[in-house]
C-alpha cells in the first residue's frame, strides 16, 4: 500500500474491525444497565483493561478508556496543575505533540521551563538537567516523536524523574504499537496514547493514571472508568483497540531490524538520486529514530509541491504534524531540532506501518526521483 | 426484540453501521493531511456537519463534534463558568442527567438556584420563574428526561431565557432520534448529546455553541473542528452519527401517535394485571413523556427483583439511569418528581425504540404479569 502517512493515522487493522463488530453484534449493551447482557458487557470490559495493562506493565485499575491522547493530555494537564506546589513549574520537551504544549499552556502558563531537545540517554544523568527539573510539578517527555521519529530515552527520564521526586508524563502515542510497550507504565507515571496510531479505531485511547491519582478525572459525570471518567464506555471500540495493540505486540515487534534495513535502503537511494536531500536526525544511530520515520529536508522545492507529485503518483506522504496543521507557521519540532528555518518548508515526513513492504519503500524512492524530475522540467 | 432499555443505549443501527464501515474502507485518512484523499475526508467530514446542522436549524460552524453528551456538558459548563459575571449562578432544573448536575458542581460549586421540577409551559412565563433566571450565567433543563421520559417545554424556556438575556443549555440526548430536532437549535443557545441513544455509534456526539462563543473548546491541542476541539477527528463515527439521524428523522418521526397507542396498551395492561402499579407523571397527558419511556412504581418487591425476573424471561428493562448506576442513594430525578422516597427502591424503567413493535409491548405485559406471579410464589 502506498501510504506513507502512519504518524498522522493509520487504516482499521483486520483484528480491530473483526472485534469492533463483534462487539457492536454481541456486546453492545449500556455496562452500567442491570441485566446480564450489561453484566456480559461488563466483564468484557474490566478484561479488556486487564489485557491493555498487561501489554505495557500497568495495573488494571491504573487504565482510564477515553477518547484519546488530546483528551489525556488535557486531563493529566489539568490533574498536575491542581495537585501542583503553588508556583511549581512543569518541566517541558520543546518537541511535544500539540495536545501537550497546548495543555500545559493552559494550566502551567507561565510556569513552563523548556529542556533541552532530545536529549540523550546519559545527558538525564547531568547536574544540569537534574536542576532543571527539580521542584517541578512533573516532566513531560514524549517516547517517540510523531515528526521526526526520534526516540526519547524514556527509561533514563524516568529513573531522574524518580530520583527527582517528579512525575514523568509520557506521551507513548508513537510508540505504542511500533516498539514493544512492555516496562512503559512501571517507568512512566503517567501515560497517554490514542488507538487510530496502532491500527484501532479513531476517538479512543487511554490514560495510565499515577499512584495517589485516586481523584484524577477526564469529565464530571456518572461512575464510569472506576470514577475517573463519566460518559456511557465505548466498549467496540476499546474492544478493538485492545486488539490492534495486542496483535501488533504478538507478531510484529521482532521484525524492527529488518525493518530499520528496508527504511535505511530508501534512505540511500533518495541521498543518492537527489543530491543535497537530508534526513533529520541521520547523525544519529538508526534505532534511535523510530524504524517507519523518515523526515527529509528535499534541496529545494516547498514540501507542498513535493507532496503534490508524489500524491499523483499514487503516494501519500505528509509535510509534518496533521495536528499541527491549520496552526500555520514552521514546525516547532524542527526548530527543537535545530533545523534552520529557511530549511523546514523543505520536510516531508514519510512513515510506514508493518505492514509497509521493502517493495513499497523502493517504489517509494522511484516516485521521489521522479518527482525531482518533474520539478525540474520547466 | 425484547430490549427495553434504550434510554440507557441502543444497538447501532444498519444505516449507521454501513456508514461506519464505508468510512473505514474509503475515508479514514486524517482530514489534516496535506493529500487528496484526506482532503475527500475533509470535505466529507464539512458535508456531514452541515447535514447534522440542518437537522436541527444550526448553522454548520456552531456544531463541535466530540464523544458524546458528559464531554459536552463538562466543556460548556466551563465555558460557560469562564464567561460568567463575578458570583453569577446558574439555574438548574434538579433532574438533570448527572453530567450537567456533576459538571455544574465543578464549576459552579455553590452557586446552582434550583429551578421547580417539572415546570409546564406556561409557568415559564411567571414572574418566580423569570426571577429566578434573572442575572443567571446560564439555565440548564433538558429537552426529555432520561429516567421519566418527561418532556420539558422547550420552546418556552428558550424564550423565557431570551427575555432575562440568559444563555440557554438544553440536553438534547434523549430527544434527538425520539422527536424531531427542527428548530432545537434556534431555541438553545447550547445543545449537547450523544449518538448513541439514536443508533448511533458510542464515543461519539456533539455540542451546538453558542453565538459569540468563539474562545470555546472541549480540550487544547490542534486546530481541529475550527479551533474548538484538538484531537484527529473521528470521522467514521461522526458520518454513522449522522446517518443514524438523518433515517431517524426522515423515516420515523411520523411514528409518534402510533406509539404513544402501543405504551398506552401496555400501561393499561400493568395496571390492570398488577394492581397498585403507579406510572410516573400518569397525570400528565401522554405526549408530554417521551413516546418511549414509561417508569413505573410497582407496589412491592425491590425493583431489581423485577429486573432479574424479566431478565430470566429474555426482557432487558432498568432500575433507572445507567449513568447513576455506582452512584448508590436513591434516584435523584424520581426524588425531584416527588416520587417518595419509599417508592423509589420500586421503580422501573422501561425504554423501546422505533423498532419495538406492538407485540413487543403486549409480550412485556405478560412476561411483568408471569413475574407478579414468581414474586408472590412462596
Same mark, same amino acid.
Given at each position: 500500500?502506498?501510504?506513507?502517512?502512519?504518524?498522522?493515522?493509520?487504516?482499521?487493522?483486520?483484528?480491530?474491525?473483526?472485534?469492533?463488530?463483534?462487539?457492536?453484534?454481541?456486546?453492545?449493551?449500556?455496562?452500567?444497565?442491570?441485566?446480564? #447482557? !450489561?453484566?456480559?458487557?461488563?466483564?468484557?470490559?474490566?478484561?479488556? %483493561? =486487564?489485557?491493555? /495493562? *498487561?501489554?505495557? &506493565? $500497568? +495495573?488494571?485499575?491504573?487504565?482510564?478508556?477515553?477518547?484519546?491522547?488530546?483528551?489525556?493530555?488535557?486531563?493529566?494537564?489539568?490533574?498536575?496543575?491542581?495537585?501542583?506546589?503553588?508556583?511549581?513549574?512543569?518541566?517541558?520537551?520543546?518537541?511535544?505533540?500539540?495536545?501537550?504544549?497546548?495543555?500545559?499552556?493552559?494550566?502551567?502558563?507561565?510556569?513552563?521551563?523548556?529542556?533541552?531537545?532530545?536529549?540523550?540517554?546519559?545527558?538525564?544523568?547531568?547536574?544540569?538537567?537534574?536542576?532543571?527539573?527539580?521542584?517541578?510539578?512533573?516532566?513531560?517527555?514524549? #517516547? !517517540?516523536?510523531?515528526?521526526?521519529?526520534?526516540?526519547?530515552?524514556? %527509561? =533514563?527520564?524516568? /529513573? *531522574?524523574?524518580? &530520583? $527527582? +521526586?517528579?512525575?514523568?508524563?509520557?506521551?507513548?502515542?508513537?510508540?505504542?504499537?511500533?516498539?514493544?510497550?512492555?516496562?512503559?507504565?512501571?517507568?512512566?507515571?503517567?501515560?497517554?496514547?490514542?488507538?487510530?496510531?496502532?491500527?484501532?479505531?479513531?476517538?479512543?485511547?487511554?490514560?495510565?493514571?499515577?499512584?495517589?491519582?485516586?481523584?484524577?478525572?477526564?469529565?464530571?459525570?456518572?461512575?464510569?472508568?472506576?470514577?475517573?471518567?463519566?460518559?456511557?464506555?465505548?466498549?467496540?471500540?476499546?474492544?478493538?483497540?485492545?486488539?490492534?495493540?495486542?496483535?501488533?505486540? !504478538?507478531?510484529?515487534?521482532?521484525?524492527?531490524?529488518?525493518?530499520? %534495513?528496508?527504511?535505511?535502503?530508501?534512505?540511500?537511494?533518495?541521498?543518492?538520486?537527489?543530491?543535497?536531500?537530508?534526513?533529520?536526525?541521520?547523525?544519529?544511530?538508526?534505532?534511535?529514530?523510530?524504524?517507519?520515520?523518515?523526515?527529509?529536508?528535499?534541496?529545494?522545492?516547498?514540501?507542498?509541491?513535493?507532496?503534490?507529485?508524489?500524491?499523483?503518483?499514487?503516494?501519500?506522504?505528509?509535510?509534518?504534524?496533521?495536528?499541527?496543521?491549520?496552526?500555520?507557521?514552521?514546525?516547532?519540532?524542527?526548530?527543537?531540532?535545530?533545523?534552520?528555518?529557511?530549511?523546514?518548508?523543505?520536510?516531508?515526513?514519510?512513515?510506514?506501518?508493518?505492514?509497509?513492504?521493502?517493495?513499497?519503500?523502493?517504489?517509494?524512492?522511484?516516485?521521489?526521483?521522479?518527482?525531482?524530475?518533474?520539478?525540474?522540467?520547466?
Amino acid at each position: 500500500m502506498p501510504y506513507f502517512d502512519h504518524n498522522a493515522t493509520s487504516p482499521l487493522s483486520p483484528v480491530a474491525r473483526e472485534a469492533w463488530l463483534r462487539a457492536q453484534d454481541e456486546l453492545w449493551q449500556n455496562p452500567s444497565s442491570p441485566t446480564r #447482557a !450489561a453484566a456480559r458487557v461488563r466483564n468484557a470490559l474490566e478484561a479488556a %483493561r =486487564e489485557k491493555l /495493562a *498487561a501489554l505495557i &506493565d $500497568a +495495573r488494571p485499575e491504573q487504565i482510564v478508556f477515553n477518547s484519546g491522547a488530546t483528551e489525556g493530555a488535557s486531563a493529566v494537564m489539568a490533574w498536575l496543575a491542581r495537585a501542583a506546589a503553588p508556583g511549581a513549574h512543569i518541566a517541558l520537551n520543546p518537541a511535544e505533540h500539540p495536545c501537550v504544549l497546548e495543555s500545559a499552556g493552559r494550566f502551567f502558563a507561565n510556569r513552563i521551563r523548556w529542556l533541552p531537545a532530545a536529549v540523550s540517554a546519559s545527558e538525564w544523568e547531568t547536574e544540569n538537567l537534574k536542576s532543571q527539573i527539580s521542584g517541578a510539578a512533573a516532566v513531560a517527555v514524549m #517516547a !517517540a516523536n510523531n515528526e521526526t521519529g526520534f526516540i526519547h530515552p524514556w %527509561r =533514563e527520564i524516568a /529513573a *531522574a524523574c524518580r &530520583d $527527582a +521526586r517528579v512525575p514523568y508524563l509520557c506521551d507513548a502515542t508513537q510508540w505504542l504499537g511500533k516498539l514493544p510497550g512492555s516496562g512503559l507504565a512501571q517507568s512512566a507515571d503517567w501515560l497517554i496514547a490514542s488507538a487510530h496510531k496502532f491500527g484501532g479505531p479513531k476517538g479512543v485511547g487511554f490514560v495510565k493514571i499515577a499512584d495517589q491519582a485516586e481523584s484524577f478525572d477526564s469529565h464530571a459525570g456518572g461512575a464510569q472508568e472506576h470514577g475517573h471518567r463519566g460518559g456511557t464506555e465505548n466498549y467496540p471500540a476499546i474492544a478493538a483497540m485492545v486488539a490492534a495493540l495486542e496483535d501488533a505486540e !504478538a507478531r510484529r515487534m521482532h521484525l524492527e531490524t529488518e525493518r530499520l %534495513r528496508w527504511r535505511a535502503g530508501f534512505e540511500r537511494a533518495i541521498v543518492q538520486t537527489i543530491p543535497g536531500t537530508q534526513i533529520v536526525g541521520q547523525n544519529l544511530p538508526p534505532e534511535e529514530r523510530l524504524w517507519n520515520t523518515v523526515t527529509l529536508l528535499m534541496p529545494r522545492e516547498d514540501n507542498t509541491r513535493w507532496v503534490a507529485q508524489l500524491d499523483k503518483r499514487g503516494f501519500q506522504v505528509s509535510t509534518g504534524s496533521a495536528c499541527a496543521t491549520g496552526k500555520g507557521g514552521p514546525s516547532h519540532v524542527l526548530a527543537a531540532m535545530r533545523v534552520p528555518p529557511d530549511a523546514a518548508p523543505r520536510a516531508i515526513r514519510v512513515s510506514s506501518s508493518w505492514e509497509t513492504s521493502r517493495e513499497d519503500w523502493q517504489t517509494l524512492a522511484t516516485a521521489f526521483a521522479e518527482a525531482a524530475q518533474a520539478l525540474h522540467a520547466p
